[in-house]
């Protein structure tokens, strides 16, 4: 039976970013063949729609905004701290549920970023952090990587092959 890893939905060329496009990397679609890729849209299982205005996380990272000392918010000020927060345990249900030995999530983003995350100025500037979902997973003990790490995965992963 093939390894289970959540991947977020964009890298498999979903259109489930923010701006509705996506960001489909074709090294992420050639895990296919040795793992199950289950795809998830931690905004998205939190509620909010596609398209949707570009949300950045202010006052910290995913795990202070798990701690309630951080938010998630537009660059209008529209508070998405709630949606966020409903995804990444939506993310967390499905990753129990399936068996999922890791996470390989879309780097830089307030909600699957893992190592770097946007600096919640809206100015394009990553800082180190972890996005929502990528903090919960962490800390569930879960492994996560992005697709900057693919070499990682495939070492970890894809041995057989």
């Known amino acids: 039976m093939k390894k289970i890893i959540l991947v ?11 701006d509705g496009g996506d960001n489909c990397c074709g090294d992420v679609l050639q895990l296919k063949d040795t793992v199950f890729l289950l795809p998830v849209c931690p ?4 509620g909010l729609p596609t ?4 949300a950045e996380i202010q006052g910290g990272d995913g795990h202070a905004v798990l701690a309630g000392s951080a938010v ?12 966020f927060l409903r995804g990444a345990e939506e993310t967390l249900r499905l ?14 983003s307030p909600s699957c970023g893992s190592g770097r995350i946007y600096d919640g100025s809206f100015r394009g ?5 972890d996005g929502v979902a990528a903090a919960l997973l ?4 879960m492994k996560v990587y992005t697709e900057e790490e ?7 992963f894809m041995k057989d092959s």
Do not use: N, W
């Open 125 to 129: 500037k990553a800082v180190p952090g």
């Open 51 to 54: 398209p949707r205005p570009a």
């Open 138 to 141: 962490k800390k569930s003990g």
């Open 43 to 46: 905004e998205q299982l939190g």
């Open 8 to 18: 977020s939905s964009c890298l498999l060329g979903l259109k489930t970013k923010y």
């Open 95 to 108: 990753a129990v549920l399936y068996g999922a030995e890791a996470a390989l999530l879309k780097a830089r």
């Open 150 to 156: 693919i070499s990682q995965i495939k070492r970890c």
């Open 72 to 83: 998630v918010k537009t660059a209008c000020g529209k508070d998405y701290t709630a949606s």
